[in-house]
T-cell receptor, first 115, second 110 residues
Framework: NAGVMQNPRHLVRRRGQEARLRCSPMKGHSHVYWYRQLPEEGLKFMVY????????ESGMPKERFSAEFPKEGPSILRIQQVVRGDSAAYFC?????????????FGAGSRLTVL | TQLLEQSPQFLSIQEGENLTVYCNSS?????LQWYRQEPGEGPVLLVTVVTGGEVKKLKRLTFQFGDARKDSSLHITAAQPGDTGLYLC??????????FGAGTILRVKS
């Protein structure tokens, strides 16, 4: 019973390149959340998705960042034209629908380094 | 969004000692969650508290939710090196959005 799977675990990009982070939720979970953890800061909410729908993207930067959770396949967080300030750990979490929706299971994170 | 303040920011103690970390806000929580995060890993949920005055125990960890539901504490008895990590409190907002405090880094030395 695999947990939330994120890949890659580590990603290095040069300024201006694109970063794609993937998240496969736990089996049976239909809700996916992305959080960002900057050095010396806490976890910050970015986006909440259900299959083929963005429910809440209030934490997403207005430019360069996008997220999707297609009908088939993992959720993807995409960062275009990365800058050094995007260097952070990006965590995905998932939860089931219904009464367990407020119990989030986090993945181990993807650590992005922008050179 | 009201901030969650956690204290202390950093705590270094010897194995066997007791400790308490705190989570405070100026506004009322509907519910509060505590997580532990180890280096290189994601946060792991420890407990959810919902009712004012509630006390929950998880082995050597005791979680308390303030009567007014504006504060919470985590007490660890006889700390062990395996307790080392970042302890985060988080408030659950509408739409399953978690608002985290900055955390308390705990180091237990053997």
């Amino acid at each position: 019973n695999a947990g939330v799977m994120q890949n890659p675990r580590h990603l290095v990009r040069r300024r201006g390149q694109e970063a794609r982070l993937r998240c496969s939720p736990m089996k049976g979970h239909s809700h996916v959340y992305w959080y960002r953890q900057l050095p010396e800061e806490g976890l910050k909410f970015m986006v909440y998705l259900q299959k083929e729908n963005i429910i809440d993207e209030s934490g997403m930067p207005k430019e360069r960042f996008s997220a999707e959770f297609p009908k088939e396949g993992p959720s993807i967080l995409r960062i275009q034209q990365v800058v050094r300030g995007d260097s952070a750990a990006y965590f995905c979490a998932s939860s089931p629908a219904g009464t367990g929706a407020n119990v989030l299971t986090f993945g181990a994170g993807s650590r992005l380094t922008v050179l | 969004t009201q901030l969650l303040e956690q204290s202390p920011q950093f705590l270094s103690i010897q194995e066997g000692e007791n400790l308490t970390v705190y989570c405070n806000s100026s506004s009322v929580f509907s519910s509060l969650q505590w997580y532990r995060q180890e280096p290189g890993e994601g946060p792991v949920l420890l407990v959810t508290v919902v009712t004012g005055g509630e006390v929950k125990k998880l082995k050597r960890l005791t979680f308390q939710f303030g009567d007014a539901r504006k504060d919470s504490s985590l007490h660890i008895t006889a700390a062990q090196p395996g307790d080392t990590g970042l302890y985060l409190c988080a408030r659950l907002e509408y739409g399953n959005k978690l608002v985290f405090g900055a955390g308390t880094i705990l180091r237990v030395k053997s």
